[in-house]
């Protein structure tokens, strides 16, 4: 009895897990499960070139790189396997393969994969910065050679009122938008953090979307769903051209239906000229400015101009930031056309009389702004009086009626 007890204590220690950061020796790629576990995910290393291993359950049942259940995620390199499973069955499972000398795995449990909330409003053409994570027990996940192969994608689908019910050939088409990065590159702030970031452009019509923020290589399989609405880019540019020397153009840009905070707008425009000069040109409204006017610097030369940048503004409802990309735009200015017998046209001012038209436009819809307000005070204003006057009015209807009746007593 003590001689087997012996043995048993000198074999045990092969079977069990080895702690260490996460990672943990098999025996006979041999490893078990316990019975806690929701998810898990694991890294097989394996010798190279080699097929990827064979996963066996402690039922028996194999799973396959081709071949596996729903429930089974599995992504494969030349020399790795990650293999990720959802409600795994507790008890020991094997993996069957030309495993790696070094015979070891990084197992995670318990992943979940979190996103930003979308604002509830979002503007056509806006940018903005929307983060993912994954979370390993309610812990930021920074497994670098795990974060290095998940590919996170953003996508909206147009909303349609119980889609479920479709079939598949009408089912919406996503649009995708963006993909998730954690490399430390454009907006995200630091490589292998854990922190997904994307520059989300709202390239979409406007209307209601399904967003879907995805997993879709396999390696871990999670799904995000969001409801947003987009609403049209709450502002217009418009350029002016200038055909006077030293008088510059002007890019003019006028906020749609005061959705933007008065001095609130900013550009940063980068202008090019025909003589491939470049210039960085910034300009920002006065507090209380709501419109935006970019001088742009013209000294007569001919030839082809260009301009790109970004626009910033405030959203007034939400009092949201909000940063807009300026697409690159060209525009030419040529010499004055002359008659075959070069006799000299009478002059025509056409970039003063386009601003005339700009501005007469630009004060017409001031002026229905501004009467669509008046007539908004005007109706409460007259409300407020109707309001008085009939209580007023009611309070001497009793006290008349009071009166007559005081009058209609007889003295005793």
């Known amino acids: 009895m003590l001689k087997r007890l012996l043995i048993c204590m000198a074999v045990w220690p092969l079977f069990a897990w080895a702690q260490d950061n996460d990672r943990m020796t098999w025996l006979d790629n041999r490893f078990r499960v316990d019975p806690t576990i929701k998810q898990v995910s694991f890294m097989v290393k394996r010798e190279q070139p080699s097929r990827p291993v064979v996963l066996v359950a402690p039922d028996g049942t194999k799973y396959y790189s081709s071949r596996h259940p729903k429930h089974v995620s599995w992504y494969s390199e030349n020399d790795l396997d990650i293999i990720s499973i959802d409600e795994p069955m507790a008890g020991p499972w094997q993996a069957i393969g030309r495993v790696s000398q070094d015979n070891r795995i990084t197992l995670l449990s318990n992943l979940r994969l979190t996103a930003d909330t979308l604002p509830q409003n979002l503007y056509q053409s806006e940018v903005l910065k929307f983060s993912a994570k994954l979370l390993q027990n309610e812990q930021l996940l920074t497994v670098r050679d795990f974060l290095d192969r998940v590919k996170l994608r953003v996508s909206f689908y147009p909303y349609i009122s119980k889609e479920q019910q479709l079939v598949n050939d009408v089912q919406p088409e996503p649009i995708v938008v963006g993909n998730f990065e954690d490399n430390g590159q454009d907006r995200?702030?630091?490589?292998?953090d854990g922190i997904f970031t994307v520059s989300l452009p709202i390239t979409v019509e406007p209307g209601k979307y399904r967003v879907v923020i995805k997993s879709m290589n396999g390696v871990f399989t999670r799904a995000i769903e969001q409801e947003v609405?987009?609403?049209?880019?709450?502002?217009?540019?418009?350029?002016?051209?200038?055909?006077k020397l030293q008088e510059p153009h002007q890019l003019v840009v006028l906020p749609q239906d005061d959705a933007l905070v008065a001095g609130s707008l900013a550009a940063y425009i980068r202008y090019g000229t025909p003589n491939t000069k470049q210039q960085i040109i910034q300009q920002r409204t006065l507090s209380n400015e709501t419109e935006l006017s970019i001088g742009l610097p013209f000294d007569g030369e001919t030839g082809k101009y260009s301009w790109e940048g970004w626009l910033y503004g405030t959203d007034r409802l939400y009092q949201r930031e909000l940063i807009f990309p300026l697409v690159e735009s060209h525009f030419a200015v040529i010499n004055n056309i002359r008659s075959e017998t070069h006799m000299e046209l009478p002059p025509i001012d056409k970039a003063e009389l386009e601003r005339q038209q700009i501005l007469k436009e630009i004060e017409l819809q001031k002026a229905s702004r501004e009467k669509t307000l008046s007539v908004m005070v005007m109706g409460n204003m007259a409300i407020i009086v109707l309001v008085i006057s009939g209580i007023w009015g009611w309070r001497v209807f009793k006290k008349r009626r009071k009166e007559k009746k005081e009058a209609l007593v007889l003295p005793s």
């Open 188 to 192: 995200d702030e630091v490589a292998g």
């Open 229 to 243: 609405l987009v609403y049209p880019k709450p502002f217009s540019v418009t350029l002016i051209k200038s055909h």
